[in-house]
């Protein structure tokens, strides 16, 4: 199971939302957390 690498919360892949990003899909618990991904990818990429 995919984790929401801003909060850390495991997720479903069914019901996570989706983000891809440099080649990768990220899932996210919220629309919130992927804003805040977006904003800061360098911080949650490396």
Partial sequence: ???DPVCGIELDEELATIYKY???IY???C???K???IKK???YTK
Wanted: charged share 30%.
């Fill in 1 to 3: 199971m995919p984790i």
């Fill in 22 to 24: 440099n080649g990768e």
């Fill in 27 to 29: 899932y996210f618990c």
């Fill in 31 to 33: 629309e919130g957390c």
């Fill in 35 to 37: 804003r805040i991904f």
């Fill in 41 to 43: 990818a360098d911080k």
